[in-house]
């Protein structure tokens, strides 16, 4: 008799405590998580004489912050801090390119690595079985941190070429996404999503290459989790 007494009245208790964290759970501002994102990215060439030989790997990691403007937290300001690797293969015709390569034609594997800030509109439905569907879209703002080419120019191969100074000091594009995320635990949420992001920036230094105007675009899989 004691003993289920004592059961009873640790369930309660530990009734009481979830319901009291749910609690607070429902009434916070903000949320944080960590997320990485792979996918593939693609430079875009606008100019005669530069090509897109092929793309490269995306990979993304950061912290996730989300500031809702309603009670319901159907609404929200979707933001952090991530790193972001991209890049391309691009072939580039005589006259075009770096000024130690431009006398011949010259294939650039150019690699980038990017410190960014997104800023999004985030809307979320509740579903059933505890799913939330998620829309988002905004903008991205950055700048360059680390800048690399692997260069094969008049039949020689130069390795790990330091083309930071040749790349454009910021950049900024759009960014669209959608996703569902679904409660791991009393305090963690899981989020797969897919996010396309379209850089308008100009990516490379017109005076430096002379190649006119390169964009970038990204297809990317959200994979994160909330706190």
């Known amino acids: 008799m004691m003993a289920a007494i004592l059961l009873a009245s640790a369930a309660s208790l530990s009734a009481q405590s979830f319901s009291e964290r749910m609690s607070e759970?429902?009434?916070?501002?903000?949320?944080?998580?960590?997320?990485?994102?792979?996918?593939?990215?693609?430079?875009?060439?606008?100019?005669?004489g530069v090509t897109r030989n092929s793309g490269r790997f995306y990979f993304s990691y950061g912290v996730l912050a989300d500031w809702f403007i309603d009670n319901e937290e159907r609404y929200a300001v979707a933001s952090g801090v991530q790193v972001t690797h991209l890049g391309s293969v691009m072939q580039y015709e005589a006259g075009k390119g770096l000024n130690g390569f431009a006398t011949t034609s010259a294939e650039y594997d150019l690699?980038?690595?990017?410190?960014?800030?997104?800023?999004?509109?985030?809307?979320?439905?509740?579903?059933?079985?505890?799913?939330?569907?998620?829309?988002?879209?905004?903008?991205?703002?950055?700048?360059?941190?680390?800048a690399r080419a692997n260069v094969i120019s008049n039949m020689q191969r130069f390795e790990k070429q330091g083309v930071l100074r040749q790349i454009q000091p910021l950049t900024a594009g759009m960014l669209l996404g959608a996703?569902?995320?679904?409660?791991?635990?009393?305090?963690?949420t899981g989020v797969v999503g897919i996010n396309y992001q379209n850089n308008f920036v100009d990516?490379?230094?017109?005076?430096?290459?002379?190649?006119?105007?390169?964009?970038?675009?990204?297809?990317?899989?959200?994979?994160?989790?909330?706190?």
Not at 27 to 42: E, L, Q, Y
Not at 136 to 145: H, L, R, S
Not at 181 to 187: A, I, K, R, W
């Open 203 to 227: 990516i490379t230094r017109n005076g430096k290459w002379n190649d006119g105007r390169v964009t970038a675009n990204s297809f990317i899989l959200r994979l994160g989790i909330y706190f």
């Open 25 to 48: 759970k429902s009434g916070r501002k903000v949320r944080f998580g960590f997320k990485i994102d792979p996918g593939a990215s693609f430079l875009n060439p606008q100019e005669s």
């Open 111 to 146: 690699r980038l690595q990017y410190i960014e800030v997104p800023v999004m509109l985030k809307l979320r439905t509740t579903a059933e079985k505890g799913f939330d569907f998620y829309g988002q879209f905004g903008g991205i703002v950055g700048m360059p941190i680390r």
């Open 179 to 188: 996703g569902i995320e679904y409660p791991l635990s009393e305090t963690l």
